[in-house]
């Protein structure tokens, strides 16, 4: 059972350039999210999902894209790359409870991204 | 803004000693939950408590919950060297999605 897979794990970028970072999950969860983690700053919540063909804005989503044509599937692009951006980059999966909440998010082992 | 904040930022002790760390929050919560990361490694779930819940345990992992408080704590008894990572509280919203993390805390625990 893969879980979360996420690729590239390493990235390095010019100022400028775009890119587009993978998120796939064999669990069929309706959840999927991304997140950046950045020193001293925690987990900053990006985007995320609760089905295929529904996305939200999180904390910080200005830069990024993101779409869910499957279930499996939450690609988060970058459309301008900049210096900013320079993080590690974390995708979740999770099931909906009934009770309008989110259950225990599993973590892909991240994507590291520089921008020069 | 972020909804889970952790204290102490970080906390060092001897093997065998029991660990406390705290988390608050500011809104209303489904659910809060505690997760552990290693040095390079995607998050890891250890925890999850729901708002109707006050106390839950797992293994040497004891969680509280004060909802009244905004604030939930974890307690890591008999520690290990291997528990040395980073601790994070995730709060979950009344909507679906808004699960979001403080800065963690850097616990150290010493042979």
């Known amino acids: 059972n893969a879980g979360v897979t996420q690729t590239p794990k390493f990235q390095v970028l010019k100022t400028g350039q775009s890119m587009t970072l993978q998120c796939a999950q064999d669990m069929n969860h309706e959840y999927m999210s991304w997140y950046r983690q950045d020193p001293g700053m925690g987990l900053r919540l990006i985007h995320y999902s609760v089905g295929a063909g529904i996305t939200d804005q999180g904390e910080v989503p200005n830069g990024y894209n993101v779409s869910r044509s499957t279930t499996e599937d939450f690609p988060l692009r970058l459309l301008s790359a900049a210096p900013s951006q320079t993080s590690v980059y974390f995708c979740?999966?999770?099931?909906?409870?009934?009770?309008?909440?989110?259950?225990?998010?599993?973590f892909g082992e991240g994507s590291r991204l520089t921008v020069l | 803004s972020q909804q889970g904040e952790e204290d102490p930022q970080a906390l060092s002790i001897q093997e065998g000693e029991n660990a406390t760390m705290n988390c608050s929050y500011k809104t209303s919560i489904n659910n809060l939950q505690w997760y552990r990361q290693n040095s390079g490694r995607g998050l890891v779930h250890l925890i999850l408590i729901r708002s109707n819940e006050r106390e839950k345990h797992s293994g040497r992992l004891r969680v509280t919950l004060d909802t009244s408080k905004k604030s939930s704590s974890l307690l890591i008894t008999a520690s290990r060297a291997a528990d040395t990572a980073s601790y994070f509280c995730g709060a979950g919203g009344t909507s679906y999605g808004k699960l979001t993390f403080g800065q963690g805390t850097i616990l150290t625990v010493h042979p």
């Open positions: 979740a999966s999770s099931y909906l409870t009934s009770g309008r909440g989110t259950g225990e998010l599993f």
